[in-house]
């Protein structure tokens, strides 16, 4: 039978970020592996942290309004790309604009090519030292991968997907997500790339 | 030969710690074990979080200002306490005022006594609900322990005493805590409960 009560559910975590947040580099670079690993499907859940940081009355991240938080920031950074063998580069623009990057991957966010694309994109950023709010550094991505970069342009640019965009970052607020990354297993929140083992582990686990 | 250059340095970790931060309460019920597998010696650091919090124009804890953020950080708690083994009670006041425990504590930072000091005053607030700010509650921890309870305090109560502690809140600002708890080896900070294990293992590689 199909659909009855005895199918089992995908395992599966919900992985909400923006291309902006250097923590959620650290995830975006591992969190495939580790969750194939387990046997968990990955469900990309780009959205715009900057509107939720303005509902706190932020105008930009909390990395550079606290400067010691922020000094300190840079130097974890450095710590843990060593721990995890990740190449590193503290970005010279920090936070960078990441709209459009972002508008990209949620209109891929189904597309098999979605990891990947978010890999390169993190890595301009945070390797290459590079802004990634731009079409040509955007189309560049896309073309290296053998992707039909202006047809993916133009679905990422519609008004549909523009709102799409607006939609899911308000979804993000309605779940009560305050930074990036933020995982979601089922209902239960989990915060920060060191809590990616947790919620794999969780969503390992679960198993519907 | 006493005091030359092949005398092997202690491995030593700084814990920079409120009795009123839940995740300070974590790191001070573990860390005396999780050091002394590796040969690490804890050197105790009690200071006062809320006047750093202050300078950063807050007049009590994030976890209380930022709602979100606030929810998260229980449920959070609740899972980090289970993955220790840890007992928890959200507490119903929050952040709990802790300056005479920090006091008492810092006055016997080299006392063997110290550590339980800490765990007894941590369980306290966190685990039966109670605060610590209270002469009775920290004279009955003392007593329990079998300790002389009316010459700590007083030792604890003296104005040499306030002053040191007022300077060491102030030498934790100038040495870029933000938060707690934190922990230095050598010049390098780690922020967070969850950098106990990579600050323990630097400590420990890091042999003189």
Redesign the interface.
Known sequence: MVGNNLKPQAKTIEFWFDFGSNYSYLTTMRIEQAASSLGVTVLWRPFLLGPIFKT?GWETSPFVL?K??G??VW??MA?ECQ?YGLAWKQPTNFPRASVLPLRVALSGADESWVAEFCRQVMTTNFVDDQDVDSTDVIRSILDRMGLPSEQILAAALSDKNKLALRHQTEAAQAK????APTFFVGY?????N??LD?ALQYASSNNG
């Open positions: 706190f606290q010691a938080k000094e300190y130097k974890d710590r721990k009560g997500i305050f930074g239960e929140m989990y915060w920060g060191d809590r947790d």
